[in-house]
């Protein structure tokens, strides 16, 4: 060591560089992360929400406001406009085409233990709000415009 090295600049790993994106394990975590952080309104049609995809593309769980409470409504899903191949569990950015009764998860689920669970889905999906998916969402946050990346 000699008598000069305190002037000389400290080398920083590349590692301690500050990250510009906020990488999520999966996208039920990003979801469950825009669920908590990002605000939720009631639905409205025209307007795009964050989603999971369920029930082989058929429909998409959103969060909104219904009746003044925060909860998962399913959405049936009419066309996909994102040109990417959509599969179950896939987060996605969900437009609203029509606004009908909201479905609840809980009914959902109720339903899905029934012997025939087609007819009976079926029949709950068909009276809910309509939407296309607009965008498949990757799950990373880029943390300087707040918005999940997508692939163009």
Same mark, same amino acid.
């Given at each position: 060591?000699?008598?000069?090295?305190?002037?000389?600049?400290?080398?920083?790993?590349?590692?301690?560089?500050?990250?510009?994106?906020?990488?999520?394990?999966? %996208?039920?975590?990003?979801? $469950?992360?825009?669920? @908590?952080? =990002?605000?939720?309104?009631? *639905?409205? /049609?025209g307007?795009?929400?964050?989603?999971?995809?369920?029930?082989?593309?058929?429909?998409?769980?959103?969060?909104?406001?219904?009746?003044?409470?925060?909860?998962?409504?399913?959405?049936?899903?009419?066309? %996909?406009?994102?040109?990417? $191949?959509?599969?179950? @569990?896939? =987060?996605?950015?969900?437009? *609203?085409? /029509?606004k009908?009764?909201?479905?609840?998860?809980?009914?959902?689920?109720?339903?899905?233990?029934?012997?025939?669970?087609?007819?009976?889905v079926?029949?709950?999906?068909?009276?809910?709000?309509?939407?296309?998916?607009?965008?498949?969402?990757?799950?990373?946050?880029?943390?300087?415009?707040?918005?999940?990346?997508?692939?163009?």
């Open positions: 060591m000699g008598i000069f090295d305190f002037f000389k600049k400290k080398k920083t790993s590349k590692s301690s560089k500050v990250s510009n994106e906020l990488i999520f394990k999966g %996208n039920q975590e990003a979801f $469950d992360y825009s669920k @908590k952080f =990002f605000k939720t309104t009631e *639905i409205f /049609e307007s795009a929400y964050m989603g999971l995809v369920g029930f082989n593309g058929r429909i998409a769980i959103i969060n909104v406001i219904v009746n003044g409470e925060v909860q998962s409504v399913g959405v049936n899903i009419l066309d %996909n406009e994102s040109g990417k $191949d959509i599969k179950n @569990k896939d =987060f996605v950015l969900v437009g *609203i085409k /029509e009908k009764n909201p479905l609840s998860i809980e009914e959902l689920a109720k339903h899905s233990d029934s012997d025939d669970i087609q007819k009976s079926g029949k709950l999906v068909m009276n809910a709000s309509t939407g296309v998916i607009v965008r498949k969402l990757k799950p990373v946050l880029n943390l300087s415009t707040m918005n999940f990346e997508h692939d163009v």
